[in-house]
């Protein structure tokens, strides 16, 4: 009866839920994968779009901080556009054109991007750009009244170099001159951290350098006395701003308690930084060009730095991982069934071999290893339907031999009872020699048995061939003259053996009885030993009527014999050339067998060399 697989345990479906379980890691890594690449190339991108956005604007601040107006800006902002790859528009805070690099693309996008003022410098945005914005947020390149003439750049300048020269050679340190926006020359002394003993050796130089020229001077008064100006509205005490920006207080009259004194100075401070600050840029109002609205966007006029996955496109990513995970399924499915089906059928012919059909066989399609299954599979059942017939043709042939001798001696024994035949020395001699055959095909079968089970005892030693095969040769003389067969004997070079010698003159005296006993009268049987190719062989060949060649291949198998009469003159038991084959396996070796009809046969033991 055939029992179904139950459905958890079935293969399609394991393979089924293996493919999905590998459709869907596919796709999850497959989107992890896309997302981190995605995103790694967004923020990129995005991280580009920023630094470009950061060059822009601060190429335009600059622009502003040095020109009064934005007339001759098209000249440096077009080839920034062509650089970037963007389009930049500038326009007034009321949205009237200052400038387009590409007017003909269309409306501007709703939103700006920056405003620029080089009095009020977006700080965000000139992070990273290399330009230093104090906390007024004045961009330092709006120089004003403080841009120095070229005579006093030239003074300065030999000034600076002065005390460069002064550092270098005194303190020895690294200097190099820098100019600042305004043309006034500054020390900078990388990686060196000046001490008071360092610099007093240059500080003649260095105050001289450091002393306000009288363009400066002019421009602070006018500070000062603007910032003065805002202090005195507020009814503070005037402070005096140096070039840095920083500010000292003037002496003052007023007389404070010590915490109506701290509260004051926290005030005044507040109160003097925020006038400094609306100072300067009152100062450099007419230097400047004025405030101005700059939309970034790409030549298509869209925003540059919008980055979105729409819903058409998460439906469409979702649709294309459905799909992924419907093929995938299908595929399995008609992988499965035709994987199951030949183990389905392979399954049907085991079961009817199971309940006794023997010619059960599956039939083989393709190269694959369901085919090779298949394949070995039917070799077996082959094999086990011969083995089988063998084994019933044994069971036959066994009890064929021990029925003849038995019925022998019970006959002759019942006759001897009953009064019929005399008991004398003839009919024990008969009697003797059937339980002589009797006892010799048991031995025969025990040994069999033995081989099969491995447990053939061997007690191997080295042994010389030299001395072993004469020995047989004589044991089967006699039987050999009876027979009219001579008997010859060549050994080569003494080859030795490591092996059981009792059972091996056992293998080799089967091979010469056989063929003593199929060799005509006349005829010859030659035992020939050598050693050859690492191996050691005996050869027992003949001069009889030969095997043909389709028996050939069965004589080593047990009770075969070529005579189907079995007549105990033309053959044995059937056994002898069996156990040679089981004792040559037992020794490491084979055994082969050559025949020519009506020419002779040669049956050859070949054995392993023993190791020098």
Known sequence: MRREVPLHRSLLLRLLVLAV???????????????????????????QALADDARIYDTLVGYAATHPTWDGVDATLRPLAAQVGRRITLTTESGTPVADSAPEAGPLPSKPSATVDALAVDTALVLGSGTAVDAARIDPR????YLLPPDERRTLRDRADQAALCLRVRIRIAVVVELGPTGRPRLNTPGTDLNDSDSARCDLAREELAAPTATERKALAQLNALVNTCLARRKLTPVNVALDWTWTTRPRPERYTEPDLTAAAQDHSRAANACVGTSRREQLLAYVAPAATLFVSDPAGHPTTTFDLSRANQIRIAAVAGLVLLVSVGVTVLAGIRLTRPLHALTGAAQRMRDGDGSARVRVTGRDEIARLAEAFNDMSERRERLEQLRRAMVSDIAHEMRTPVTNIRGWLEAAEDGVAVLDQRLVSSLLEEATLLQHVIADLQDLAQADAGALRLHPEQVYLADLLPQVAEAHRVQADRAGVTLALRVDADPQVYADPVRLRQAVGNLVANAVRHTPAGGSVTIDARTADGEVTIAVADTGSGISATDLPRVFDRFWRAEKSRSRQTGGSGLGLAIVRKLAEAHQGTVTATSKPTRGSTFTLHLPAPHS
């Open 142 to 145: 709006a120089s004003g009244p």
């Open 21 to 47: 379980l590998i459709a869907v890691g596919s796709i999850a890594a497959t989107a992890w994968l896309a997302v981190r690449t995605t995103t790694g190339a967004i923020r990129q991108e995005q991280g």
